[in-house]
């Protein structure tokens, strides 16, 4: 089989990658402050910002092909820790372009929708960046950097994921279903609108952006929906009675990091290439189905 070597595969995406490839792939995964034993993956624990340790790991690994998942991709803490960001979000993903251009090899980078400004959605591939926080500047600059160094790689622009996860980084709805269960107050913008994707449709489209795409590509979901509206849809499919959802503006909450108001993508040409996502509806019920089977599955996953 070929190597693929996934960088991050204790983080929510890198995780779910992983476990979609296994078998078909020989996996190579990198981990950092998050150790993982995933079955048939071979986790090698390394700092990706320390170009000799990565030039050392393409040496030793020879991978087939890259996809590079892992990021530091909490907007607070890019905001509040620039350097750190810039030296994870776009000097490492630099670098590893500069290695899979040196073998030819594919390489698919996750990027993100907070490119955007949020004021004229949904955006297309096409349309100029603008990014309000620190995240998505870094985020941009390692885009364009990338395909100046790179131009055969793919740069897959990913809207809000959701679903479960492994021991490392959750889902942002693992913690909602965790404090819905409970009874606790969630707060949530009624004025921020995004294209969510469940996890493993977004890693299916990066799987199919290896072999498919160069250049950028957008992998969001079919439907825009508001952080309110997506709790009480929620609430609604895993009936959460006893869920309190408070309905709040961007304003009302202070943050380190700006938050565009619609990031919402158009994602046409992912689906014209075979992505196939589930509306957020239905991929709710497939996630509290398997909720359901195994019930561990919040806190194991």
Same mark, same amino acid.
């Given at each position: 089989?070929?190597?693929?070597? $996934?960088?991050? +595969?204790?983080?929510?995406? *890198?995780? !779910?990658? @992983?476990?979609?490839?296994?078998?078909?792939?020989?996996?190579? *995964?990198?981990?950092?402050?998050?150790?993982?034993?995933?079955?048939?993956? !071979?986790?090698?624990?390394?700092?990706?910002? &320390?170009? =000799?340790?990565?030039?050392?790991?393409?040496?030793?690994?020879?991978?087939?092909?890259?996809? =590079?998942? @892992?990021? @530091?991709?909490?907007? &607070?803490?890019?905001?509040? !820790?620039?350097? @750190?960001?810039?030296? $994870? !979000?776009?000097?490492?993903? +630099? &670098?590893?372009? #500069?290695?899979?251009?040196?073998?030819?090899?594919? #390489? +698919?980078?996750?990027?993100?929708?907070?490119?955007?400004?949020?004021?004229?959605?949904?955006?297309?591939?096409?349309?100029?960046?603008?990014?309000?926080?620190?995240? *998505?500047e870094h985020k941009a600059q390692a885009e364009e950097r990338i395909l100046t160094s790179y131009p055969k790689a793919a740069v897959c622009r990913l809207a809000l994921m959701f679903g479960l996860s492994g021991s490392g980084r959750k889902s942002f709805i693992q913690p909602m279903i965790t404090a819905m269960e409970k009874g606790k107050e969630l707060s949530l913008f009624v004025d921020e609108f995004r294209t969510p994707i469940g996890v493993r449709s977004a890693a299916k489209g990066l799987l199919l952006a290896l072999n498919e795409v160069t250049g950028v590509i957008h992998l969001g979901g079919v439907d825009r929906i508001s952080r309110y509206d997506f709790g009480k849809l929620m609430q609604r499919i895993f009936t959460f009675e006893n869920a309190k959802i408070t309905p709040c503006k961007q304003n009302d909450i202070r943050m380190a990091a700006p938050r565009p108001p619609d990031v919402s993508l158009d994602s046409s040409k992912a689906f014209a290439l075979g992505v196939k996502p589930l509306s957020v509806a239905k991929e709710l019920q497939h996630i509290r189905a398997e909720l359901q089977n195994v019930p561990s599955a919040l806190e194991n996953r």
């Open positions: 089989m070929k190597k693929l070597l $996934i960088t991050g +595969v204790s983080g929510f995406l *890198g995780w !779910n990658i @992983a476990k979609l490839t296994r078998g078909e792939w020989h996996v190579f *995964g990198t981990v950092y402050s998050h150790p993982v034993r995933i079955p048939d993956v !071979n986790a090698i624990r390394m700092d990706l910002t &320390n170009y =000799h340790e990565l030039k050392q790991l393409f040496g030793d690994v020879r991978p087939d092909a890259v996809v =590079h998942a @892992a990021a @530091a991709s909490d907007p &607070n803490f890019c905001q509040l !820790n620039q350097a @750190a960001s810039f030296r $994870i !979000n776009v000097e490492a993903s +630099v &670098n590893i372009s #500069y290695l899979c251009a040196d073998s030819t090899i594919p #390489y +698919v980078f996750t990027s993100t929708d907070l490119v955007f400004d949020g004021l004229k959605p949904p955006y297309r591939e096409t349309d100029p960046v603008g990014p309000v926080s620190v995240y *998505g």
